[in-house]
């Protein structure tokens, strides 16, 4: 059983930055391949990023490529979204994920997941 904590969103303008972390409890966590998946109002949930257990292998969503980071720090049992350049239509809930699986992608069977927050881009 994996437990996941969202932190960091919040109100930023269009260009601006914010981090996401996600706290999982739980003695596993560097067994696990970390995600973070988003929805916006009136959109089906989407994946955005993940990242496999050492941290040296990663998978964005073409819209954030080159804009978002996401890294994990197995000894503080987190996973971080560095957000930067952000546009108006990154408003969304952002959710963290854990799976067992190798595949990095919205695919992979997803076993627990985070209560989301809310990150909000104003133009």
């Known amino acids: 059983q994996v437990q996941l904590v969202e932190s960091g969103g919040g109100l930023v303008q269009a260009g601006g930055s914010l981090r996401l972390s996600c706290a999982a409890a739980g003695r596993t966590f560097s067994m696990y391949s970390m995600g973070w998946f988003r929805q916006a109002p009136g959109k089906e949930r989407e994946f955005v990023a993940a990242?496999?257990?050492?941290?040296?292998?990663?998978n964005y969503a073409a819209s954030v490529g080159g804009r978002f980071t996401i890294s994990r720090d197995n000894a503080k049992n987190t996973v971080y979204l560095q957000m930067n350049s952000l546009k108006p239509e990154d408003t969304a809930v952002y959710y963290c994920?854990?799976?067992?699986?190798?595949?990095?992608?919205?695919?992979?069977?997803?076993?627990?997941w985070g209560q989301g927050i809310q990150v909000t881009v104003s133009s």
């Open positions: 990242i496999n257990w050492s941290g040296l292998s990663t």
């Open positions: 994920a854990a799976t067992r699986e190798y595949i990095l992608g919205p695919s992979a069977l997803w076993d627990y």
